[in-house]
């Protein structure tokens, strides 16, 4: 699946949970369900894989979404890629970089010492 894709997957998300939705359900795609259990942790209930189908529960903190914005870096006509000392750098506490050890969050990329493409980061 292309990055459009991932990009369109994400601001459903964020306009699900603007819409007070429980769940929402995406197409099987191996990247979008990496980016996903990434974010589990802090953004959702539970991921669950049916089929060919990803259903993701949305989490809500005092009836209020827990992700407000997601900001993307990288896009499909730009692609922005920062090596470690960039990363270090960088003000996005909550953003995800996809790596050659994998997509991870700021703080495993500098655990790791490994740069790559920064995806995008939420706000909360």
């Given at each position: 699946m292309s990055?459009?894709?991932?990009?369109?997957s994400l601001n459903n998300i964020v306009n699900y949970q603007k819409k007070k939705k429980k769940k929402i359900v995406f197409f099987f795609s191996n990247f979008l369900?990496?980016?996903?259990?990434?974010?589990?942790?802090?953004y959702f209930k539970k991921i669950l894989i049916l089929k060919k189908n990803i259903i993701v529960y949305l989490k809500y903190i005092f009836n209020k979404p827990v992700i407000k914005n997601i900001n993307f870096i990288s896009k499909p006509s730009r692609r922005v890629y920062f090596n470690i000392k960039k990363?270090?750098?960088?003000?996005?506490?909550?953003?995800l970089i996809s790596t050659n050890k994998?997509?991870?969050?700021?703080?495993?990329?500098?655990?790791?010492?490994?740069?790559?493409e920064i995806l995008f980061s939420i706000n909360v």
């Open positions: 990055y459009i894709y991932i990009i369109n369900y990496l980016i996903l259990k990434k974010l589990e942790k802090e990363i270090k750098k960088i003000n996005f506490y909550n953003c994998g997509v991870l969050n700021k703080k495993e990329s500098i655990k790791k010492k490994v740069g790559g």
